[in-house]
């Protein structure tokens, strides 16, 4: 069974920085694709970052560039969202998604998702 866990939440000032992680299991990693999505209140679900192990970043919002880096352990199966100078409107819950085994070549694949860790940043 697919699992994905996120963790690194959490309250934060404008500027400020955080780093997410997200760890996989029920499958091999290395074969996959992951991303990062997050969704404000109101709003719908948005796409981020997404990595696959066949072809590096393979989504990077505009929103985000120059800011948000995404990284992976495959060591240990986790994948890193690592988000500087943080703004009001970061403000979100952030989730990662995969396609699990064999999704190295699908982008940004959706099949199975975390259940989310909430990031807040205050003016």
């Known amino acids: 069974e697919v699992q994905l866990v996120e963790s690194g939440g959490g309250l934060v000032q404008v500027g400020g920085s955080l780093r997410l992680s997200c760890i996989a299991s029920g499958f091999t990693f290395d074969d996959y694709a992951i991303g990062w999505f997050r969704q404000a209140p109101g709003k719908e679900r948005e796409g981020v970052l997404c990595i696959s192990s066949r072809n590096g970043i393979t989504y990077l919002a505009d929103s985000v560039k120059g800011r948000f880096t995404i990284s992976a352990d495959v060591a240990k199966n986790t994948v890193f969202l690592q988000m500087n100078s943080l703004k009001v409107e970061d403000t979100a819950v952030y989730y990662c998604?995969?396609?699990?085994?064999?999704?190295?070549?699908?982008?940004?694949?959706?099949?199975?998702w975390g259940q989310g860790t909430q990031v807040t940043v205050s003016s």
């Open positions: 998604a995969t396609g699990g085994e064999g999704s190295s070549g699908r982008w940004c694949p959706r099949d199975y």
